[in-house]
């Protein structure tokens, strides 16, 4: 069996960059590999069904577990499968564990590898995030870039110019999409949410993994509760350590399960400021014209920065950060960044096309 690309996606923001991608490539011979690294219908089935992505042809089903455990079976499993469905070239999304898997397989059966958001960096190393994507552009043949300062990342990392393709950001392609559907009014009445409300996201290791540091974390989210509202879907990551250290303990505190792309949009479109240490959340809100303060030392999106729409804050700085963006005028969604423009997954299919056809 021979099949001409193969995608592999493994988490949330995976399926949201790949829907425009497989939809503009319509016509070839494809197949959706899940890993099933997020594995609760909340984080992953009602994405398939919002997004109008098929059925995953193959599901892993691998689960969690640690970064070896889980980048282990990913790669036995993906190993399997490549070798049955033998793609032509192997379609990666982001920097999670299921797209270091892949690329690292497909490398060692001489497979082509293609990076959807290659070139991001944050220069931490303690990131696990930071580790996979950069691994992951040394093994890609080819590199789709979300923003320009990427290419010289990959350029002063030594991969060849001719790899890298400046082709936008396929998340904002999915986001300007469904715009019409993401009602603020119906997910405040379908979740009780307030009129005026802080939304915040918290998973990334360095702040949720640790007890200490959770409890901390939770502290400064309170005071932002004490300034508004503020509505937080707890992602399963950390969630043990957010509500053991108190989280749901403030009257302000509105918990909510993890939500569906079109909810959760829809949330974060209403919100009056974003806390988050997300990546791609950080786009969306530059897009939808929302301040984000980001809870983290640093950003592998640092064109969201420059933009104005994004902001970096110490668990100390969070507070005031909340308070000055509470305090000032919303302004309507400026210029977006280049290329941002929802057509980024057409051109991914037109790199992907002429590459076959050179070949």
């Known amino acids: ?49 919002e997004l109008g992505l098929p059925e995953p042809d193959v599901n892993l089903g691998v689960g969690s577990g640690s970064h070896a455990a889980q980048t282990a079976a990913l790669m036995v499993g993906l190993e399997r499968e490549f070798a049955r ?10 920097d ?23 070139g991001l960096r944050s220069f931490d190393m303690t990131m696990p995030e930071e580790v996979n994507r950069r691994l992951t552009d040394q093994l890609s043949d080819l590199c789709f870039v979300t923003s320009p300062e990427a290419i010289g990342h990959l350029a002063n990392e030594g991969i060849p110019v001719q790899r890298a393709h400046f082709v936008g950001n396929p998340m904002i392609d999915t986001l300007l999409a469904n715009l019409d559907a993401f009602d603020t009014d119906r997910v405040r009445a379908t979740h009780a949410l307030p009129d005026r409300y802080v939304l915040a996201t918290m998973h990334r290791p360095a702040n949720v993994d640790d007890p200490n540091t959770a409890a901390t974390l939770v502290q400064h989210l309170h005071g932002v509760a004490d300034l508004t509202d503020l509505v937080i879907p707890v992602h399963p990551r950390g969630r043990a350590n ?21 909810d959760f949009i829809a949330a974060v479109r209403g919100a009056a400021t974003v806390v988050t240490d997300s990546g791609g959340l950080q786009e969306e809100t530059t897009i939808l014209g929302v301040p984000c303060l980001t809870v983290r030392p640093n950003t592998e999106r640092p064109i969201t920065i420059t933009h104005g729409t994004n902001r970096l804050v110490t668990f100390e700085e969070l507070v005031p950060a909340a308070r000055k963006t509470l305090a000032a005028d919303r302004h309507p969604p400026g210029e977006a960044p280049p290329l941002w423009d929802g057509k980024a997954g057409p051109r991914i299919a037109d790199v992907i096309r002429r590459w076959k056809e050179a070949k």
Request: aromatic content about 4%.
């Open 1 to 49: 069996m021979i099949t001409s690309i193969v995608h592999v996606l493994g988490a949330r923001p995976n399926l949201v960059k790949a829907a425009p991608v497989i939809a503009a490539l319509r016509g070839l011979d494809q197949v959706v590999l899940h890993t099933g690294q997020h594995y609760d219908a909340r984080m992953s089935q009602i994405f398939f069904d």
């Open 85 to 94: 469905l033998r793609p032509e070239l192997v379609v990666v999304y982001g």
């Open 96 to 118: 999670v564990n299921s797209t270091i898997a892949a690329a690292l397989v497909a490398a060692k059966l001489h497979i082509p590898v293609a990076h959807v958001e290659a």
């Open 242 to 262: 957010l509500l053991a250290a108190g989280l749901d303990q403030h009257p302000g505190v509105h918990i909510l399960q993890p939500l569906g792309y079109i």
